[in-house]
């Protein structure tokens, strides 16, 4: 069985740009969520969609956005990127809602901003 | 909102040893997991735990959840076993939503 994908892994970007980041959750799995990383930071919740729809969603601007498609696949986009953005972004899947099911990651998607 | 506290921050061992990682939480939980960061970022699962023990060869875990916390005994340490463990814990919001918090993370270096 596939595990949780995220594309792309690494990418760097400039202050200003949007990025789009994808994750494909274990097959079966319909609550994909969402997380930021960085030193400071530590680990964020950003939000959670479930069947096509956010569940939940953290403390950060409108700048973040997401969706989540029929095939449970999902996306997050950050646009007009500042250098705070520069992050690990962990997706993760699960069978039923993240807080009562168990959760699998996927890689992370690495984002650089300059 | 809910704080998750992880003890110690930092630990190092040498090979062989055993530890224990504490999680402390602030309020009631229905999820409790904990995870290893690989040096690529990745985080594994090592147990769901919202009560109860568990063991997993070497690695064990207990969670008293009447009294918020939760344990990961490390036995015969190995350098493999080196990065950093999270714990988090899921709640459940308003209208039945939920959020899974992260404890800021216990890293561990066992040296050979």
């Known amino acids: 069985k596939a595990g949780v994908t995220q594309t792309p892994r690494y990418l760097i970007k400039t202050r200003g740009q949007q990025v789009t980041l994808s994750c494909s959750p274990i097959?079966?799995?319909?609550?994909v969520s969402w997380y930021q990383q960085t030193p400071g930071q530590g680990l964020q919740f950003l939000f959670e969609?479930?069947?096509?729809?956010?569940?939940n969603k953290g403390n950060f601007p409108g700048r973040f956005s997401g969706r989540q498609f029929s095939n449970s696949r999902s996306e997050m986009n950050v646009s007009t990127l500042e250098l705070g953005d520069s992050a690990l972004y962990l997706c993760?899947?699960?069978?039923?809602?993240?807080?009562?099911?168990?959760?699998?990651f996927g890689e992370g998607s690495r984002l650089t901003v300059l | 909102g809910i704080q998750v506290e992880q003890s110690p921050p930092d630990l190092i061992l040498q090979e062989g040893a055993n530890s224990t990682l504490r999680c402390n939480f602030s309020d009631s939980v229905n999820n409790l997991q904990w995870f290893h960061q690989n040096p690529w970022g990745q985080l594994i699962n090592l147990f769901y735990i919202p009560s109860g023990t568990k063991q997993n060869g070497r690695l064990s875990a207990t969670t008293v959840a009447t009294e918020r916390y939760s344990l990961l005994y490390i036995s015969s340490s190995q350098t493999t076993d080196s990065g950093v463990y999270f714990c988090?814990?899921?709640?459940?919001?308003?209208?039945?939503?939920?959020?899974?918090?992260f404890g800021q993370g216990t890293t561990l270096q066992v040296k050979p």
């Open positions: 969609y479930f069947s096509e729809t956010q569940r």
């Open positions: 097959s079966g799995h319909r609550s």
């Open positions: 993760a899947s699960s069978q039923g809602t993240l807080n009562t099911g168990e959760l699998f």
């Open positions: 988090a814990v899921g709640v459940l919001g308003s209208s039945n939503t939920g959020k899974l918090i």
